[in-house]
């Protein structure tokens, strides 16, 4: 039976449409199926050209992609891979990540620290790298100022006594009357 009014017509077209993309978003889970092409809600909707809601919205349609993605594929070109060997290598690869931040981390760390010792020397804030041999020359120099000084106190105390023998030189022989010759 034949619609007839505009309003019967419009629903029959809007239920052959739904129809239709029905169809497409079943023939596209079975090629995906065939083809063993990882199986979700938008690589269906994408092969069938429709939006991921229309799946989602019927229940069914939803009910078949998830039980499709839940069986392991039947791809008999090359090696299986099953879902727990597939969630093992990723929680192996997430472990390995972790590892390699730590270490990027440490490495960081390290290359600041070093960064920044560089920056302390070059202001000249920082303390000189080798301390032991700056150490010792200041100790040579030290002891080099000790000697000096000894040297110092001899030299006045030679002064004093030639100053002394002097001026008991010069009462002599400014006490003694001059005679003429």
């Known amino acids: 039976m034949k619609p007839t009014s505009p309003a019967d017509r419009l629903a ?4 052959d449409d739904s129809t239709r993309r029905r169809r497409r ?10 083809d063993g092409q990882p199986i979700s809600v938008s690589a269906v909707a994408r ?8 799946i989602y919205r019927h229940g069914d349609l939803h009910a078949a ?3 499709k993605a839940a069986q392991p594929p039947n791809n008999t070109n090359g090696p299986q891979v ?4 597939l969630l093992s290598d990723l ?15 440490r490495l960081e ?22 301390t032991d041999t700056l150490q010792r020359k200041i100790d040579h120099l030290e002891q080099q100022v000790a000697e000096l000084r000894d040297q110092l106190s001899e030299r006045e105390e030679d002064l004093q006594a030639s100053r002394a023998t002097n001026r008991e030189l010069m009462t002599q022989l400014n006490s003694t009357p001059h005679r003429p010759r």
């Open 12 to 15: 029959q077209a809007r239920t």
């Open 47 to 54: 092969l069938a050209g429709v939006h991921r809601s229309l």
């Open 109 to 130: 760390q390290r290359l600041s620290e070093a960064l920044g010792q560089d920056a302390w020397r070059a202001t000249g804030l920082g303390a000189p790298t080798d």
């Open 65 to 67: 992609v998830a039980a």
């Open 91 to 105: 929680a192996n690869l997430t472990e390995r990540n972790t590892r390699l931040a730590g270490h990027v981390g």
């Open 25 to 34: 978003v079943l023939a596209a889970l079975d090629d995906l199926t065939r």
């Open 82 to 85: 099953s879902r727990n060997s």
